[in-house]
């Protein structure tokens, strides 16, 4: 695995043409060769195929946008229930709370570290916060929630799509993007689906081998739903199962983190690549992270987590 995660931090996107459109062939360097990272898309309103003209995804740039990326700075925590109790949360108290940690980017609930290949699909509803200024933070800033598989304790990739809202600067107005990516590949925002604060969405995101898989986001509050089909992805581990809340990167600077109103993770499962029970695979034993002094997380029952502001 270490050998693994040191080539692939080294994969690198050699053309960064494509900024518009719904595929793309990019040269990867995996380490031994040179190959192709692919992906096509195909779009939905309201059951009726999307023209693909219409479809617009456009790469972020890194520096100038909020990218998603693995987690920073684990700290571990023992167990603490008031930590979870902490804000506009009421929940019905565990008596075997799930483990804590913080992070400095990551808030939410993330299953991690079983052996490599255990899951196939991560699914998540969650509903679009409405974001406003946090003052004391720095801008550009910016929260993005999303579901995704590794991350965590598999750092080399990371698979993971959802909604981000952002500031670009204390005068700027907020701008909400839905977005998918494949680390170490760069991020794609999603610029013909629309995003509103409330607004539903469904993310699936399924594996058809370590290396190729299906990102599905629906706008279910409006009819939408896109489907980006990807191969020769880095190598996933699908060792970590993540809903989050994150602070996104910014060059080698973090977002600021505005403030949002609760963000509930429901119906949120894994399953299994070799099938069989998958009840193990819900938010129950995942790790809660919080982002100290930013952001709080606690879980419900296996399917249901939220993510708050502090
Ligand atoms: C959005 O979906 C909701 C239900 O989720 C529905 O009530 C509403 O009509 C839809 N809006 C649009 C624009 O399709
Ligand atoms: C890397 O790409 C080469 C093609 O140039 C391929 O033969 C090789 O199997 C790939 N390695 C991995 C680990 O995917
Ligand atoms: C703030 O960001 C907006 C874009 O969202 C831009 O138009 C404006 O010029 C920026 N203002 C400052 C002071 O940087
Ligand atoms: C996930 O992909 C498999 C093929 O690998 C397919 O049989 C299955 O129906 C898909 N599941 C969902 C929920 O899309």
Partial sequence: ????????????????????????????????????FTFTVEATFRGKKIPKNEIRLNKMARGKDANPGKKLGLEKKKNS???????????????????????GNW???????????QIKLIHAYFQHPTCTKRAGQTYPQAVAQWAGIDGDSWGGALLQSGTVCKFDNSSATVRNEAWWQWLPSGAYTI???PVAPGDWFEVTINTTSN???????ANISKGYAYTITISNGAALGRVDADWVIERPTYGSSLAGLPK???????????TRVKGGPASNLGILGSTQLQIPGLCASAEYDNENAVSWSL
């Fill in 1 to 36: 695995m270490k050998l693994f995660t040191t080539f692939l931090l080294s994969a690198f996107l050699a053309t960064q043409a494509l900024a518009q459109g719904n595929s793309e062939a990019a040269k990867i360097n995996n380490g031994t060769g040179t190959e192709e």
């Fill in 81 to 103: 229930q008031s930590d979870n109790d902490a804000g506009s949360v009421k929940r019905p108290r565990r008596a075997t709370p799930n483990p804590a940690a913080s992070s």
């Fill in 107 to 117: 808030c939410g609930s993330v299953r991690r570290g079983m052996s490599t290949n």
């Fill in 191 to 193: 610029s013909s689906l």
């Fill in 211 to 217: 290396r190729a898989g299906k990102v599905t986001l």
């Fill in 260 to 270: 949002f109103s609760d963000v509930w993770f429901q119906k949120a499962y894994a």
